[in-house]
């Protein structure tokens, strides 16, 4: 056994570098790569890469071989674009040309190329399309999309309350109100905070999104086809998934059964009804795999990132309670205490803009994006780009930017301020990437934090547990996602 374990490991070892060497055979140095370091077989250049702050040591050699420049991660030819001129170059001058989705093994496995978030080509605008015109249009049924983020966040006040200014760790209920949101769009219910579905659904969310940031995942990005045949995290993170696109198959299901193509209620029923409309279309992409992905992509996606921007912005307001003061005088001065924040106050009240930016700009959420790919050999300044090479622009380096955002390090509304306290924008606001692959739930989650944060804000002042000065607000740099460090509060009704 021992002597089988140990030819099947060397096996591995040389199908790792053989694959290494097909890909390094694929781009030799006459197609004029961007400069880079040189890559070791089977790890790339992973050597040159801190695993546990991945952005800096991207950052670190940009300075070395500049704003564009290629790295191997393990066998897989990338190009990182560092900087907000040069990503502006490519995913909006040359858009069409980095227009497709790089490869992202642990999610690829669960969306076959489906849904709205990993799909290319055709598939991809049609779905993107049809989402954003149906996020826009919500005007289905007798509330708007704001009258429910409204409605959700009158809800979140009050199980907050329930807490009567007592410690807590705040990560569940605030998951809570942007996954009741979703489900709210997706197929028009929403729960109670105690519910057992919304309790399971949200555990299956959380696992995940830890998960991800996991080391044993980024391992499992670089060698798939390897360790997929290994016991580990994946196999845990892939039956959550399923889970998940379970729960939503039985929603669909129960759609089905009611549906009324001229009065549809919700996502799911828009899906069906464009379904029922190109049934004769052989080659239609509206059908039932497309929607099952779809809604499972704006589910994780519209709740789990909605959800770390808010409590980190509450962990930094309780870091910088001059800054707490403030929104607190211009939600009174602006809203009042008794009136349901909406968007139209959003207008007027430009420093508590200026801080839900800076949150977004000071987190840096996603810092190295999802990975975009050349559609076509691609020429781009100086150098050829083969066609399929993963790009990732870093969107750290530019909400970092130093020459944009003074003392980037440090957290300070004044970033997003002029000179006479105005509400200051700027193309480097790029929390959600720039493009045509830009998230498309941008709108709703922007919605949803200013509202969800001028009625928290509006009901309580957030009381550390420690002195302020003592608060570590630095991310934990572990993965894919910035995630804040697990803290509690007392929220002390106002």
């Known amino acids: 056994m021992e002597l089988l374990g140990i030819t099947t490991l060397a096996l591995t070892v040389c199908a790792i570098y053989l694959v290494f060497l097909c890909v390094w055979k694929k781009n030799p140095k006459g197609r004029r790569l961007p400069p880079g370091p040189t890559p070791l077989p089977i790890i790339g250049n992973l050597m040159q890469l801190n695993l546990k702050d991945i952005p800096a040591s991207l950052s670190k050699l940009a300075k070395r071989y500049g704003p564009v420049y290629t790295l191997y991660l393990g066998p897989q030819l990338t190009v990182v674009l560092h900087g907000y001129e040069v990503m502006k170059e490519a995913l909006i001058d040359q858009g069409d040309e980095f227009l497709g989705r790089g490869i992202f093994p642990i999610l690829d496995s669960a969306s076959k190329g489906y849904g709205l978030i990993l799909s290319n080509g055709d598939r991809w605008k049609q779905m993107r399309r049809f989402s954003l015109m149906t996020l826009r249009n919500f005007g289905m049924g007798k509330r708007s999309l704001e009258e429910r983020v409204q409605e959700e966040a009158q809800f979140l006040v009050e199980e907050l309350r329930k807490r009567e200014a007592q410690p807590f760790d705040p990560t569940f209920v605030l998951s809570c109100a942007p996954c009741n949101v979703i489900c709210s769009i997706l197929f028009n219910e929403r729960f109670h905070y105690n519910n057992e579905t919304l309790l399971s659904l949200l555990n299956l969310l959380n ?66 009804s464009k379904m029922e409309q190109e049934k004769q279309n052989p080659e239609s992409e509206f059908h039932l795999e497309n929607l099952i ?49 909406c968007m139209q106050d959003k207008m007027k009240m430009p420093y508590t803009e200026a801080v839900l930016h800076e949150i977004h700009r000071y987190i840096t959420l996603l810092p190295s994006n999802l990975p975009h790919s050349t559609v076509r050999d691609t020429k781009f300044r100086q150098y050829i780009i083969p066609k399929g090479t993963s790009i990732l622009p870093l969107l750290s380096s530019v909400l970092h930017d130093g020459k944009e955002f003074p003392n980037p390090e440090k957290f300070d509304p004044g970033h997003f301020l002029d000179k006479d306290g105005g509400f200051r924008k700027t193309e480097y606001f790029v929390p959600f990437s720039i493009g045509k692959r830009a998230c498309a739930g941008e709108s709703l989650a922007r919605m949803e934090l200013f509202l969800f944060f001028t009625t928290i804000l509006q009901n309580f002042v957030l009381k550390p547990l420690r002195e302020p000065k003592d608060i570590d607000t630095k991310p934990i740099l572990t993965g894919l996602f910035n995630l804040p460090p697990p803290f509690k509060l007392c929220l002390i009704p106002r």
């Open 207 to 272: 696992a995940n999104f830890r998960e991800i940031n996991s080391l044993w995942i980024q391992i499992y990005n670089l060698w798939p086809q390897i360790i997929k045949h290994l016991p580990g995290k994946h196999r845990a993170f892939s039956e959550r998934i399923e889970e998940l696109r379970s729960f939503l198959l039985e929603k669909i299901k129960e759609h089905q059964k009611s549906l009324n193509i001229n009065n549809p209620r919700d996502y799911i029923d828009c899906f069906l």
């Open 293 to 341: 992905v779809c809604g499972t992509n704006l589910f994780v996606a519209g709740t789990e990132t909605t959800t770390t921007t808010l409590r980190y912005g509450l962990l930094l307001l309780m870091k910088h309670p001059e800054v707490q003061a403030k929104v607190h005088e211009e939600i009174d001065r602006v809203i009042g205490r008794s009136q349901r924040p």
